[in-house]
């Protein structure tokens, strides 16, 4: 073996042994965990609770820092500019997939952010107005098809996950329905609940104490299973062969550069933080399931989200605002 092979495999060697050598030694000062969004959302809330937890794992300070605007961009461009060294994390949800796709940004979350863990999955269920005459989903259908253009739903603002769940649903069953978008997806449910619009299709853990409540009535969820908390309620793939939506997610991103050892030993403590009995009960009471899903992973199911938002933005000339 000649002395150039020899040095590209000692130099190899020192860059594996020093990654294994920071990894060892991660973190040993603050972590910094930006929410692109407002305190006291769902993002935040969970953010929240995994810091809490991995305070007590590392025995450093997890910081949330709501990095508001831009529909989530500015909290990941911030992120993406940070030093690639695992102090600096991204806990965005799985909408982060469109942002780009719908407005102009500063950086290529293909490229520039690395998925390194799935904290928890989550499903959406679809609700009317109580004042909608129809107590079913092909009821809805049907009612839809009778009278193109004249229904209509709530939305979070364009790209949301509300609008996208609803836009995939309508190009599937070639409905007419209206869409109205809103500053947020309370402000959509306030005008569920007002009567201002027929449907909106949002998250269990939004929508479930208005549903214990009668306010509003659930026709359909998601996922491949009833949930047991809506057990009386189907899913949309056994309504629709082949309609099944994936779950929705929270991740945490790393900037692109960051060393594998590191973003391995966050996505190890992560999963053991959100897997133990006290978030994972925590998580179930919130409608939300633990996943832990890691690296590579993690990465198959942004790019096959990536691809499928892409595909539906395109096909329906979905824009940004």
Known sequence: MNNRYISFFLGLLSVVLG?????????????????????????????????????????????????????????????????????????????????QQLQKTTFDMTKDLVPVVQPVVYWHVLCVSPKLPVNSFTELVELAKKQPGKLNYGSGGLG??????????K?????????????????????????????VFDTTSAMLPLIKAGKVKPLVVTGDKRMEV????????????????????HGIFAPAGTPKAVADKIAADVRAAVMSVELSTK?????????????????????????????????NNIRGE
């Not at 060892?24 to 603050?30: G, I, L, S, T, Y």
Request: charged share 20%; glycine share 8%.
């Open 171 to 199: 190009s599937n069953l070639k409905l007419d329905i209206a869409h109205i978008p809103y500053k947020g997806s309370a402000p959509a449910t306030q005008a569920l609940l007002a009567g201002e619009v027929d449907i």
């Open 19 to 99: 990654s294994v050598s920071l990894a060892a030694d991660f973190p040993n000062r603050p972590v910094r965990l930006v929410v692109p969004f407002t305190a006291g959302g769902t993002l935040d809330v969970t953010a929240r609770v995994i810091a809490a937890k991995l305070h007590d794992i590392w025995g450093q300070s997890v910081i949330v820092d709501n990095r508001v605007g831009g529909n989530g961009a500015i909290g990941a461009d911030h992120v993406v500019r940070s030093p690639a060294d695992g102090y600096t994390l991204l806990y965005n949800g799985s909408l982060i997939v469109v942002t």
């Open 283 to 315: 998580f179930k009471e919130m409608e939300f399931q633990p996943s832990g899903l890691q690296s590579d992973a993690f990465a198959e199911v942004v790019k096959k989200d990536f691809d499928k938002w892409s595909k539906l933005i395109r096909e």
């Open 160 to 169: 949301s996950s509300l609008h996208l769940y609803m836009e995939r649903l």
């Open 230 to 249: 809506l057990s009386n309620v189907p899913t949309l793939t056994s309504l629709i062969p082949g309609m099944a939506e994936e779950p929705g997610w």
